[in-house]
C-alpha cells in the first residue's frame, strides 16, 4: 500500500502495526520514504510497543502454529526461524528478482530496529507426519483466535519443538511464497552483523530470520492480472486483428480463463477469450510455458511495444483478489486501454522454476490469505 493508504489505516490506532512497517506516516509529507528519521521512527515505534507491553516476549524459546482461515479454507504453517546460511546455499529456494533499493530499503530497516519486523512466508512439499503434529496441537485452546478483513487468525504454542525440528531436518528444501525482499534483506543484515562481530560462531541470534512454512498442499495462488495504459498507437481494431494471428479469439462471456494458456482480455469495453494452441507451446519448459511468460513473449513485447516489464510505466498489475471487475474499471476509466486476465499459476510450477535455477516473471503469485503483521515479531539478539 501507499502513505495515505497507510497513514488512512493507521488513523487514530496507536496499536497499528503500521507505525513499524511504514513509519513514514508519523512524519512530516516532505520526508522521503528513505530518510534516516524514518528508519529511527520504526524503531523507536516498535520499542515503545515492547516497553508498554503490548508485544510480550516469551520466557521460553518457541516454535508456533499460525492458522489462517479465508472462505472455508484453512492453512497450518510452523513459525520459527531460519538460517542465513540456507538462504545462502538455496537450500531456502527463490523465484523472484529482487530490486537492490527495496533490499537496500529492507535491510536498513532490519539492522536499524535489530529485529525481523515480520517472517517470510515460505513453502514445503506436504508432510503426512507434520500434519498430524499440527492436528493434536490443534486440539487445545489457541493463545490467538480473532477474525480480521474476513481471515481468522488462530495461534497455537508447539509444546515440543525438538519433534518438529527433526521433522524438518527430512525435508531437502523450503521455497520463498512471498518476502523474496524480506528474505534477501534479512540475510544481507545477519552477514552484516556478522562483519561486525570478531568473535562470530554461527550460532548468534542474527544468524537467524522470522518465517512461518506452510506445506504447498494447502496454498491458494490468485490470479496476478495486467493492464496496460495505451495500445501502442494501434486502433481497436487492429490489435484485435493481431491478436487473432496468436490464438483463437472470440467474444467471452466469462472474463476469467478456466485453463491454462488461455487469457481474458478486456478492450472497448468488451471481453474477449483468447485460446493459445498447445503445439505452439514447449510444455518441458517451466518458464515458457507460463501464461504470463506467453502473454510477454507473443502480446505485450510484439504487439503493445512493452520492453522491461519491470521498468516500463506503461504496465501495471493487478493482484487476484481485485477479481476482474477491476481490470473493467481501470479501462472503463480511462486510466489504462486494455485489460489481461491470466489463470492462476500452480504452486507445482513455482517449484519447478525454483528447483531448476529460474526465475519467475514478476507478479505472477498472489498468495492468499496474507499473514497479519504484529503478531510476530524476532529480535536479533
Known amino acids: 500500500m501507499d502513505r495515505a493508504e497507510a497513514a488512512q489505516l493507521a488513523q487514530g490506532n496507536r496499536f497499528s502495526f503500521l507505525h513499524v512497517g511504514r513509519s513514514d506516516i508519523d512524519l512530516p509529507p516532505d520526508v522521503g520514504p528513505y530518510d534516516e528519521r524514518v528508519y529511527l521512527k520504526a524503531r523507536d515505534n516498535l520499542k515503545a510497543l515492547m516497553l508498554d507491553g503490548t508485544l510480550i516476549q516469551d520466557r521460553d524459546p518457541s516454535l508456533y502454529l499460525y492458522e489462517l482461515t479465508m472462505d472455508g479454507r484453512s492453512q497450518v504453517g510452523v513459525v520459527g526461524c531460519v538460517h542465513i546460511e540456507d538462504y545462502e546455499q538455496d537450500v531456502i529456494k527463490k523465484h523472484e528478482r529482487t530490486r537492490m533499493d527495496k533490499e537496500d530499503d529492507r535491510t536498513r530497516h532490519v539492522l536499524t530496529l535489530n529485529a525481523n ?3 517470510v512466508f515460505l513453502t514445503y512439499p506436504g508432510q503426512l507426519y507434520l500434519d498430524r503434529l499440527a492436528a493434536d496441537e490443534m486440539r487445545a485452546k489457541p493463545i490467538y483466535n480473532f477474525t ?5 487468525h488462530r495461534v497455537w504454542i508447539i509444546k515440543n ?7 524438518f531436518r527430512r525435508i531437502a528444501a523450503a521455497y520463498v511464497a512471498d518476502g523474496h525482499h524480506r528474505s534477501a534483506s534479512a540475510w544481507r543484515a545477519g552477514n552484516e552483523r556478522k562483519g561486525w562481530n570478531p ?3 554461527g550460532l548468534e541470534e542474527y544468524n537467524w530470520f522470522l ?3 506452510f506445506p504447498a498442499n494447502q496454498l491458494e495462488i490468485m490470479a496476478y492480472n495486467r493492464v496496460v495504459r495505451d495500445l501502442n498507437g494501434l486502433s481497436v481494431e487492429q490489435v484485435l486483428d493481431r ?3 496468436v490464438g483463437s479469439l472470440a467474444e467471452a462471456t466469462h472474463p476469467a480463463p478456466d485453463r491454462q494458456w488461455v487469457f481474458g482480455i478486456y478492450l472497448a469495453g468488451r471481453w474477449f477469450r483468447l485460446e493459445l494452441s498447445p503445439e505452439s507451446i514447449n510444455a518441458q519448459d517451466p518458464i515458457k510455458s507460463l501464461d504470463a511468460e506467453l502473454l510477454y513473449d507473443r502480446i505485450l513485447e510484439p504487439i503493445l511495444g512493452i520492453g522491461d516489464i519491470r521498468a516500463d510505466k506503461r504496465i501495471d498489475f493487478v493482484g487476484g483478489i481485485r477479481g476482474t471487475a477491476e481490470l473493467e ?3 472503463d476509466s480511462g486510466e489504462m486501454a486494455i485489460g489481461f486476465a491470466l489463470y492462476p499459476v500452480r504452486i507445482e510450477q513455482v517449484m519447478r522454476v525454483s528447483d531448476g535455477g529460474g526465475i519467475m516473471p514478476p507478479k505472477t503469485t498472489w498468495f492468499e ?6 503478531i510476530f515479531v524476532h529480535t536479533l539478539d
Open 211 to 213: 518465517a512461518v512454512l
Open 369 to 374: 490469505p496474507k499473514l497479519k503483521s504484529g
Open 161 to 167: 519443538s525438538d519433534t518438529y525440528i527433526d521433522a
Open 329 to 331: 474499471r481501470r479501462v
Open 117 to 119: 519486523a515480520e517472517p
Open 148 to 152: 480480521s478483513e474476513g481471515v481468522r
Open 199 to 201: 568473535r562470530h560462531t
Open 243 to 245: 491478436l487473432r494471428q
